[in-house]
């Protein structure tokens, strides 16, 4: 097969069935990933009471066990486009803070409901988020 550009391929046509395979670069050496392995490592674990989103929470899930209230504050600089999902696991309510960016949702709550109450946060333009979902007081 000869060596083509990204930009000369043929797109593929959705949707993925999760068996496609893509090159990946990990400690400097090429290996192959299916896109269902990819999608595996979605889901994050927070045990703490206080989290700072960063890049690397974009397309994320976010488990909240912890028992005590926990507050999820929007970072600066995370750009268009940026989403994750946020789920209550645990006994503690979890809140969404703006962190100075603008922040607002259909009801202007920022909190879970309760236990496994989901919410997601995305950003439609730079520095400006959306909760919605399971928000309650």
């Keep these: 097969m000869a060596d083509l550009k990204i930009s000369q391929l043929t797109a593929i046509t959705p949707p ?10 990990k400690s ?3 290996q192959k990933v ?3 392995q990819l ?3 979605m889901i994050i674990t927070e045990a ?5 989103l960063s890049a690397t ?3 994320q899930i976010i488990y909240c066990t912890s028992g005590s209230a926990v507050t999820i504050t929007c970072a600066a600089s995370l750009g268009a486009g940026f989403n994750c999902t946020i789920i209550q696991g645990g006994a503690g309510k979890v809140t969404v803070a703006a962190g100075g960016q603008t922040l607002v949702s259909y009801s202007s709550l920022f909190s879970t409901m309760g236990q496994y109450a989901v919410i997601s946060l995305i950003a439609p333009v730079a520095d400006t ?6 928000l309650g007081v």
């Design 16 to 25: 993925l069935t999760g068996v496609e395979v893509l090159p990946v670069v």
């Design 28 to 30: 400097s050496s090429t």
């Design 34 to 36: 299916s896109v269902s």
């Design 39 to 41: 999608m595996t490592g």
């Design 48 to 52: 703490g009471t206080t989290r700072t």
């Design 57 to 59: 929470d974009n397309a």
């Design 129 to 134: 988020f959306i909760a919605a979902g399971n």
